[in-house]
């Protein structure tokens, strides 16, 4: 036995090497799976259809706070299931619920069923299934979602090419000022937010808004796709990793709420926050230079928001960030991981 | 506010009525769900075959004991999923798995992804999907399984008439004797078992050995089916009752394991824990009287040991348990509820 002080400190494992160390070998001849490296399962389904499946699970403490409003972490719940379906090209179908529950108390399973059913209405999809089980830790809520698509047309996360252009929809950053400002509200005054302005950063961590209209625009339209959960910068890394290219954002071309500018206006600092903060549930997707137009019309007569912020290039060069003047940003880190 | 002692103690929630009040209206439209009376949701296929899909999340705590090993949680975590298959007549096809975690030790996810392994080896499906959180609580795995069948195939819960015959698989009540040894060892001496048995009770808790050949089986000759998971008499009510059937079990028909009946001779009151304690994770099924002896043929040939412990009879007579004598048992409960 090593010596107090002395033993070698185990190296935490990140996610990631996780996945590639004890899973990756669990989906090996599968190839639904895709390795495990993207988001999602792909099944055959009836007719010319494919089913994608994804599962992300919320726990207290990590992805919402206890004293969250019932309604608001259901939301999230499914909210953050769909943003994978999305990313993949895949409309909402269905989904099938784990729920650990602490208690079963009548006023908060009811305040959850409704927050459920506003966000099944808002995405198109509908229950099918679920198993609940009570807990004495905290409560978490794992959800599987199923998506569907025309055969062949899922959208991977490493189908990107060196020279195509980098796009998000939405705004960025909105809901990782949004969840300091839940955990710090006198932030509010500091960077001189008014009360809706600050109700609409929270807004934004609580009930994430994934672009389901785009769905259909990318299968046709993007090569590679995935959805922004840990932070700008870390999934874009992820999508230049799966695809073997770098690339380079520009964190000026960056599409930021007005909440969001005045917020770093006030403290520049919070551009870290804003690049690798994570829970915006928007997509970053790669549109070849031949499709932008299109790209870029089709999203806007689906009502939903695209911005070019980058471009792809070798592999050589990594992933960067640079500021309007071409020079390298650098942060402490690129996204949230959940053991680092 | 009431005084502390005056207040009106908020009666408890089953899971069953946490389902029927909160989560059923959200299922409400889809076909698939069953109005989420079934285990499981059934979704078309490729070709001419339909998905069952079906979640259950164990929790530590709960389902198993903090100090199990890694391999036999993995295990179970699959096997009660595969057991909700089994008993719609599905074969495994693939799984999701969903991770959450107090700390990412390597050797104990080693442990977790060895017995996964073994598991998916046993039950004849892969991974292709997951999630992986961590969390200040105790650990929570939840996983969705997927199954294919023939279209129109899927053995309903409810499909059950007045006169068919009740059958189980494997034996029952191996699993809730192994718990109690688990968390009770000086029981072996008092149920004058040797170190065999016991380490067999115990390893039918932690290791639950769904039927998996009999899948093909019920879907042909079965008229309803679930899997007895919270406890034989409470999953037997569960199948009276979608079917609009009562029943009656025979305490002695009974299919018992060695160490079962000897547990049971020295303690004639684990009867209760025997016929309501649960985890057995094996098949009780309706079979009408013309397809018994094709059956049990069948089974015995896939290798699977059925035994006829009753029958269906009118609704008006409710589900009851005799003993030889024709005397009915009566039980403080059904079956193991988690919110009760």
Known sequence: MAEAGTGRRRPALSEPEIIARYFAPLAKGAPEAFGLKDDAALLPFGGD???????????????????????????????????????????????LLSLVLPHADPSWLSGFSNGLGEAQEAFGCKLVGGDTTATDGPLCISL?????????????RGGAKAGEHLYVSGTIGDAALGLQLSEEPNLAQQWG?????????????????????????????????????DGLLGD?????????????????QLP??????????????????????????????????????????????AGVEVRAIGRLTGA?????????????????????????
Do not use: W
Not at 145 to 151: E, F, V
Not at 323 to 339: I, N, P, T, V, W
């Open 49 to 95: 259809s494919e089913l994608v499946v994804t599962t992300d699970t919320v726990v207290q403490g990590s992805h919402f706070h206890a004293s969250d409003a019932p309604d608001d972490i259901a939301y999230k719940a499914l909210a953050v299931n769909v943003s994978d379906l999305t990313a993949k090209g895949a409309e909402p179908y269905c989904y």
């Open 144 to 156: 599987t979602a199923l998506g569907r698509l025309p055969r062949g047309k899922m959208v991977p």
């Open 193 to 229: 937010l008014d009360e809706d302005q600050a109700a609409y950063l929270t807004g934004r961590y609580r009930r994430p808004a994934p672009p389901v209209a785009l769905a259909s625009i990318l299968r046709d339209r993007a090569s590679a796709a995935l959805d922004i959960s």
């Open 236 to 252: 874009a890394a992820k999508l230049c990793e799966a695809s073997g290219v770098g690339g380079e954002i520009q964190s000026h």
């Open 256 to 301: 930021l709420s007005r909440p969001a500018r005045q917020a770093l206006g006030a403290d520049a600092g919070q551009l870290a926050s804003i690049m690798t903060g994570g829970d915006d549930y928007q997509v970053l997707a790669a549109i070849p230079g031949a499709q932008r137009e299109v790209f870029e019309a089709a999203a806007a007569g």
């Open 316 to 340: 050589d060069s990594g992933l960067n960030a640079v500021d309007e003047s071409g020079a390298r940003l650098q942060f402490k880190r690129l996204s949230y991981d959940h053991f680092a």
